[in-house]
């Protein structure tokens, strides 16, 4: 069977751990979109570990990772990952494969970004370069990861991106330029070691479709910050949705057969822009206390507030997500009454072109105070909890598979 897991949120909504759990089902992870703004991280026993770049479902030995030409490749990140993941298994090389097709984060997307990010432009984005490859690739400027291998090629490349970004970076930011030779030995230095990983990755995943292999796509960030459908322009350059799937791995979209939305058990947004549910008093600074709610890839401290059931609707429509996981039920122990966004003032659903000007309408359970984080089973939770998770189910519309309730591999309830 294959499988997507995707965002219902901004980011951050725990898929790492989800995706590293049920990895251990499937033959193959792959992601389809994004690049190192990512950040998913897996706990297990006392080791922690944060994945920019690398499908997080390989640390499972039997899973292949791939990284789909819909992604954008920072060189430097994903070599450092693979290094660190040699810890768990010093072959790792042999079991991630990159496709040729991804764009290169350059140092000049990562500069421009954070002088763009130092003016009215800004939109809180995480300066990875992110945005500013993904615009190289629809100009039909970028440099490919398949352009290393091609030395003259890539050399006429990136002397034609590095003069037009000196300009803007003398002229618009008054800035240092960058020097063409430097990049250029640093990314031939970068092509040597990713050799062994470089693939035709959408012959791999045909042929293992073909033989019935089970794969899971790995979104990255969540619904509310794809490029399109998102909280625009407040948002990441590429598709979160699972939509996404087909274009980003070169699959037809009938091949992913199944949709699991993941959501926070209340909702968290880094950056700036719109967030109906936003609590800034109380609430959200217990929230982010209770929950460690600080960016995964910049340390930046999370907007929290209360679960938005109508935005969730909304993100599950548009991707298609019938049942969900729900992260962090944990995180709300102690909080006397829980609220849920059922509707807004204005309108019943999400509207993402009225998103700065939602009210929401809130329903109210009371909470628990029991610590769940040892529960395993429906049963072992508290009256109040489960009732919470009722009131999510029936303002959502969807079914909760899953339940986690801690960092750990095993602090999960199939529910
Ligand atoms: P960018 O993707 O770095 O261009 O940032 C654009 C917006 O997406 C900003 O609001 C970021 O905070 C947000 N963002 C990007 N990646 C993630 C993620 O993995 N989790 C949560 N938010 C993210």
């Known amino acids: 069977m294959n499988l997507a897991i995707v965002g219902l949120q901004w980011g951050d909504e725990g898929k790492g751990k989800i995706v590293d759990y049920l990895a251990k089902d499937?033959?193959?992870?792959?992601?389809?979109?994004?690049?190192?703004?990512?950040g998913h991280t897996v706990r297990f026993g006392r080791e922690k570990m944060i994945f920019h770049q690398v499908p997080c479902?390989?640390?499972?030995?039997?899973?292949?990772?791939?990284?789909?030409?819909?992604?954008?490749?920072?060189?430097?990140?994903?070599?450092?990952?693979?290094?660190?993941?040699?810890?768990?298994?010093?072959v790792i090389e042999s079991r991630v494969k990159v496709s040729r097709f991804c764009h290169l984060i350059m140092p000049y997307?990562?500069?421009?970004?954070?002088?763009?990010?130092?003016?009215?432009?800004?939109?809180g984005t995480t300066r990875r370069g992110i945005g500013l490859a993904y615009e190289d690739k629809?100009?039909?400027t970028g440099i490919r990861l398949g352009d290393l291998y091609n030395t003259e090629s890539f050399g006429k490349k990136l002397s034609l991106n590095i003069s037009r970004k000196n300009l803007?970076?003398?002229?618009?930011?008054?800035?240092?330029?960058?020097?063409?030779?430097e990049i250029f030995d640093r990314y031939m230095g970068y092509a040597g070691k990713l050799r062994p990983m470089v693939a035709d990755d959408t012959r791999i995943l045909g042929d293992a479709i073909s033989a019935g292999k089970n794969i899971l796509f790995e979104g990255a960030q969540g619904a509310m910050l794809d490029i399109d459908f998102g909280t625009y322009p407040y948002v990441t350059s590429s598709h979160t949705i699972s939509s996404s799937v087909g274009i980003g791995l070169g699959i037809p979209p009938y091949n992913v057969e199944s949709v699991l939305g993941v959501v926070k058990a209340y909702t968290t947004r880094v950056g700036q822009g719109p967030f109906p549910t936003e609590d800034s008093g109380q609430l959200g600074a217990l929230l982010r206390d209770s929950g460690a709610e600080f960016g995964s890839t910049t340390g930046r401290p999370r907007r929290c507030g209360p679960f938005d059931a109508a935005l969730v609707r909304y993100a599950a429509r548009i991707n298609g997500a019938r049942e969900i996981i729900m992260t962090k039920l944990d995180v709300l122990s102690g909080i006397d009454s829980l609220k849920i966004a059922t509707t807004y003032e204005a309108c019943a659903e999400f509207d993402p072109f009225a998103s700065g000007s939602l009210v929401p309408k809130y329903m109210k359970v009371p909470g628990f105070r029991q610590d769940i984080s040892a529960a395993r089973s429906p049963e072992d939770l508290p009256g109040a909890a489960r009732d919470y998770l009722k009131a999510v189910e029936e303002h959502t519309g969807l079914k909760i598979a899953y339940v986690s309730v801690g960092p750990e591999r095993d602090a999960i309830i199939r529910m």
């Open 26 to 38: 499937f033959d193959i992870n792959a992601r389809y979109q994004g690049g190192s703004n990512a």
């Open 57 to 90: 479902g390989v640390l499972n030995k039997q899973v292949l990772g791939i990284i789909g030409g819909g992604c954008v490749l920072d060189p430097r990140v994903i070599l450092a990952e693979i290094e660190s993941l040699k810890k768990y298994d010093p």
């Open 109 to 123: 997307h990562i500069k421009l970004d954070e002088y763009r990010e130092g003016t009215k432009q800004a939109i």
């Open 138 to 140: 629809y100009g039909r």
């Open 168 to 181: 803007v970076l003398m002229d618009v930011y008054n800035a240092e330029p960058l020097s063409d030779n």
